[in-house]
Nanobody
Framework: QVQLVESGGGLVQPGGSLRLSCAASGNIFGFGAMGWFRQAPGKERELIAYITSGGNTVYVDSMKGRFTISRDTAKNTVYLQMNSLKPEDTAVYYC????????WGQGTQVTVSS
């Protein structure tokens, strides 16, 4: 069982940036696309971006142009660069395969507020 550890969250003002990291204890790139999910208070967890085994990236519409997903296969790490943050981006952010095969990590809290 791979362990996923998300980090890099924090409190940021609207318009600010954060870079999230998802470090895995083992190889995660042989199991399909890796994604970033988020769960806002009172809402379901949702997939917001993913990177395929071939390196292609996909984003939900509201993230396009603001968020960038990337990976370092040698480090078994996935990143999410978040720019132009908005209050509605406030949530706990998680990583997992798109098919959600790994146990969820603790997530990292992102709070966007002035």
């Amino acid at each position: 069982q791979v362990q996923l550890v998300e980090s890099g969250g924090g409190l940021v003002q609207p318009g600010g940036s954060l870079r999230l990291s998802c470090a895995a204890s083992g190889n995660i790139f042989g199991f399909g696309a890796m994604g970033w999910f988020r769960q806002a208070p009172g809402k379901e967890r949702e997939l917001i971006a993913y990177i395929t085994s071939g390196g292609n990236t996909v984003y939900v519409d509201s993230m396009k142009g603001r968020f960038t997903i990337s990976r370092d296969t040698a480090k078994n790490t996935v990143y999410l660069q978040m720019n132009s943050l908005k209050p509605e981006d406030t949530a706990v952010y998680y990583c997992n395969t798109v098919s959600q095969i790994w146990r969820w990590g603790q997530g990292t809290q992102v709070t966007v507020s002035s």
